[in-house]
């Protein structure tokens, strides 16, 4: 792996201290805080309240199940207050029915995961996929959620923000959720994978953040200099899958953030002898790679 391309969390001298969490590697403090789980080419991040409140914001692609349930292990934690699904995509939704079965596998027994509430978009127009039916199906509680929603816990809030009508026969993404989030003093802008004329109105909407969760896993077309001068955040994370065929993070995103302090959970592009283009122009002295779930303590806002 070239040189640049690996974590160095120690060195990351800024008021947010990103926490490589990865198997074989410390687990995280204890206390409130965002957790980005490394689910492959998708997304899911963890959120955990000062009085052990758990919130899920999507479950990535089928597989990322297992990443799921060792996070919610790894912090003791047994059910999930609410679940949030940014819209209907399966790197989004495909680990949700597997992950409710439990460590086991198997729905109906002992260690299913408890489940209070489920928020999305609505099912109207949801894709027609194994996966979507599958959510659609799930015998858990949900809520169809519009712009001005909101939920809060002790030091937890999770508000729906306005990202602007999406176009006529608008692709699935155009369709998702945003999310203002804070967790304790700590502010994250969650844009699903909206596009960058939605991503510039939910930024607008929820003002200065501390962390951006990069739209559509580091996509050029999901970020733009508007959405950054809006938001004004310290730190930019990205989801991603290493050698995915997208080639996210794309190097047109990194160059936009040459100047700003970014982590990826992973990245294609970094061979040189790979499909991707190579990245290392556009990569910056503040970018990182994980290779693993990200931690961000909320005391580390301060």
Known sequence: MHPIFF????LLAAPLHPLDVGPGLAPPPRGPGLRFIDVGQGSSLLLVGREGQAVLVDAGPPPASEAILAALAEHDLAAVDLWVFSHFDNDHIGGFVRALAGPDNIAGTADDLELRERWDRGLDDAPDTPAATAYAAAEVPRRRVRAGDRWDAPGLSIRVVPAG?????????????????????????????????????AARACGAVDVLWAS???SRTGISQAVLTAAAPALVVISAGGDNSYCHPHAETLSLLHNHRVW?????GASPHGSCAGLATAWGRQHHVALADLWLAAGEAD
Do not use: F, K, W, Y
């Not at 974590?7 to 120690?10: I, N, T």
């Not at 990826?264 to 294609?268: H, K, P």
């Open 216 to 218: 559509h896993h580091g």
């Open 7 to 10: 974590s160095l969390s120690l």
């Open 264 to 268: 990826s959970t992973d990245l294609a």
């Open 165 to 201: 009508s999406p176009p006529e026969r608008a692709a699935e993404n155009a369709l998702g959720l945003a999310l203002c989030i804070e967790v304790e003093s700590l502010r994250l802008l969650a844009p699903g994978d909206l596009p960058v004329a939605q991503v510039e109105a």
